[in-house]
């Protein structure tokens, strides 16, 4: 009978991020922006080319300060929009810096649409933009700056020392390496949690959502399982659109 032996690997490493979407991704941008010399891994359960909500692109940059608005008239939307159910300083630091990271991409290659040299307008804070290959511009950058990029390796809990997160283990979805790797500083951007409640479609298009099936929320659960304090978790976003309709015409 054949035995199943998968390949244990321990890695060390200064920073792990966990998910390789559009945050994972530009996190470790930025720590290599930081220090050239870190060691940064990204365990990515997919792929990073098209990982993630933005996976087959967006035509839209929807948090955008554009010119008739400022960070206070942003963070005013997004209390209305919540019922203050926000914590005005996270919402506020973001909106500080929404069109920094806009022209970040833009300087990677990404296409954003102008009129008289500014941004196309979509809404009051959305902008438009050529993204169909967001997602490869940024994967292409990550592989530029040299950081190492663990594909189809999926983390399932945090590996804990002394109270603190020193880590994750995780593993290959095609071949079932293990991974325990162990790190200075952890980043958890596994995206939101889907399927959380039951989708209106059932049986074999039961993963036809709008947001990413595959975030299953699992930097939540492993946060959770670690004893983490859990914030900004009051406000869910729960789209009741209508997408992927299936339906039969009979004549
Ligand atoms: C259909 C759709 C359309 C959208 N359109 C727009 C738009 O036009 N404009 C706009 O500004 N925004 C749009 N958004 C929102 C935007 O795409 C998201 O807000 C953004 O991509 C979220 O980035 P993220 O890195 O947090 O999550 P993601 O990009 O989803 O990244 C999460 C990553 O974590 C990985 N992962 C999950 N679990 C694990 C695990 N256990 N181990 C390892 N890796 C894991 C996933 O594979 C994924 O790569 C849209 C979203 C969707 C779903």
């Not at 300087?107 to 050529?130: A, D, N, T, Y």
């Not at 880590?167 to 200075?184: D, M, P, Q, S, V």
């Not at 500083?185 to 993963?207: D, F, M, P, W």
């Amino acid at each position: 009978m054949d035995t199943f032996s998968p390949t244990i690997y321990r890695l060390e490493t200064d920073i792990l991020i966990i998910g390789g979407g559009a945050a994972g991704c530009i996190a470790a941008i930025e720590a290599r922006e930081r220090d050239p010399q870190a060691r940064i891994i990204i365990m990515e359960k997919a792929q990073i080319e098209r990982s993630g909500c933005l996976a087959s692109g967006i035509n839209a940059i929807n948090a955008y300060i554009t010119e008739n608005q400022t960070p206070e008239t942003y963070l005013e939307y997004v209390k209305t929009d919540s019922h203050g159910l926000l914590r005005d300083d996270l919402v506020y630091s973001i909106a500080c810096g929404v069109n920094q990271a806009t022209a970040r991409v833009e300087s990677w290659g990404l296409p954003v649409i102008r009129e008289k040299g500014k941004p196309l307008q979509k809404g009051p804070r959305s902008i438009r933009i050529k993204g169909e290959s967001i997602k490869p511009i940024i994967a292409h950058k990550v592989h530029d700056e040299k950081i190492t990029v663990l594909n189809r390796v999926t983390a399932t809990n945090y590996m804990l020392h002394r109270g603190r997160v020193a880590g994750a283990y995780g593993f290959n979805l095609r071949n079932g390496g293990l991974y325990a790797i162990t790190a200075k500083g952890v980043i958890v951007a596994t995206g939101g949690a889907s399927g959380i409640y039951r989708s209106g479609n059932t049986g074999e298009i039961a993963h036809r959502m709008w947001y990413s099936p595959f975030n299953t929320g699992a930097g939540y659960a492993m946060g959770i399982r670690a004893g983490a304090e859990m914030t900004s978790f009051e406000m869910r976003f729960i789209p009741t659109r209508v997408k992927e309709q299936n339906s039969a015409l009979i004549v």
